[in-house]
């Protein structure tokens, strides 16, 4: 399980939060709000269980299923 950038993306704007909002509740910067949202960076794992709060969602509402890649197990 990895963390979607596209689920996530998804629920920040659809949550009706501002982004400083979100940034104030994750403990990071508007920027890296405004980056998460157009894909530019990957997020943390560490972030995930304050987004799902803030969010109203589940963490796994924000994950996807993957497979390992080659070289990596």
Same mark, same amino acid.
């Given at each position: 399980?990895?963390?979607?950038?596209?689920?996530?993306?998804?629920?920040?704007?659809? =949550?009706?939060?501002?982004?400083?909002?979100?940034?104030?509740? *994750?403990?990071?910067? #508007?920027?890296? $709000?405004?980056?998460? !949202?157009?894909?530019?960076?990957?997020?943390?794992? =560490?972030?995930?269980?304050?987004?799902?709060?803030?969010?109203? *969602?589940?963490?796994? #509402?924000?994950? $996807?299923?993957?497979? !390992?890649?080659?070289?990596?197990?």
């Amino acid at each position: 399980m990895v963390l979607s950038s596209v689920r996530l993306r998804s629920a920040i704007c659809t =949550s009706g939060k501002s982004q400083k909002e979100i940034a104030e509740w *994750c403990w990071c910067s #508007d920027r890296q $709000i405004r980056n998460w !949202i157009r894909e530019d960076t990957n997020v943390g794992v =560490s972030f995930l269980y304050s987004l799902a709060d803030c969010l109203d *969602c589940r963490p796994e #509402d924000l994950l $996807i299923a993957t497979a !390992i890649p080659e070289g990596r197990e």
